[in-house]
T-cell receptor
Framework: EDQVTQSPEALRLQEGESSSLNCSYT??????LFWYRQDPGKGPEFLFT???AGEEKEKERLKATLTKKESFLHITAPKPEDSATYLC?????????????FGTGTLLAVQP | ETGVTQSPTHLIKTRGQQVTLRCSSQ?????VSWYQQALGQGPQFIFQ???????GRGNFPPRFSGLQFPNYSSELNVNALELDDSALYLC?????????????FGPGTRLTVL
């Protein structure tokens, strides 16, 4: 069964304190791995898609990387506005349905 | 480019009632997926619509049903509401172009069942 596990569940950082969020996945065949940001009460906002091991994507203070078993979201010198829940999801190969399987997310709080 | 929109924003219903949620897909997208997100959890796939037909379903009972219209907008209907149906309901739109797998979410509808 396809599964996504994110850690830690919650992370508190000081402004400027860099860190990484982890997303471990088990999938029969990975078609793509996605990172989303979700603010309280809002819909997830798309950040990155990664397709193959070794791939990296960057956007402002965020950088996503992918291996065959996990993905990391690195946050460099975070600011309070980076506070949100970060969700990881996978799309598996095979089947006609583009069904995203999500982890439970990491709640990030960045304090000034 | 118009993003994904959902209505209503919030909804309060009582157990046993029926509810209809609506979604307009992003411009250029022809596929709509619905997800349920309970508090503190990741979104769970309900079903997906493509060319006005259901194209895959998650582990949800038949009282969850949907429609897709020719303009690619969609409805989610839930009959015989239960307390556990209280959640944020998310609509995501996407396209079937090869190599384009991203799904873009709307703001969601918060459903409370009393």
């Amino acid at each position: 069964e396809d599964q996504v596990t994110q850690s830690p569940e919650a992370l508190r950082l000081q402004e400027g304190e860099s860190s990484s969020l982890n997303c471990s996945y088990t999938v029969s065949g990975l078609r793509g791995l996605f990172w989303y940001r979700q603010d309280p009460g809002k819909g997830p906002e798309f950040l990155f898609t990664l397709y193959s091991a070794g791939e990296e994507k960057e956007k402002e203070r965020l950088k996503a990387t992918l291996t065959k078993k996990e993905s990391f979201l690195h946050i460099t010198a975070p600011k309070p506005e980076d506070s949100a829940t970060y969700l990881c999801a996978v799309l598996s190969e095979g089947g006609a349905t583009n069904k995203l399987i999500f982890g439970t997310g990491t709640l990030l709080a960045v304090q000034p | 480019e118009t993003g994904v929109t959902q209505s209503p924003t919030h909804l309060i219903k009582t157990r046993g009632q029926q509810v209809t949620l609506r979604c307009s897909s992003q411009s250029g997208h022809n596929t709509v997926s619905w997800y349920q997100q309970a508090l503190g959890q990741g979104p769970q796939f309900i079903f997906q619509y493509y060319r006005e037909e259901e194209n895959g379903r998650g582990n949800f009972p038949p009282r969850f049903s949907g429609l897709q219209f020719p303009n690619y907008s969609s409805e989610l209907n839930v009959n015989a509401l239960e307390l556990d149906d209280s959640a944020l309901y998310l609509c995501a739109s996407s396209t079937r172009l090869a190599g384009v797998d991203e799904q873009f979410f709307g703001p969601g509808t918060r459903l409370t069942v009393l």
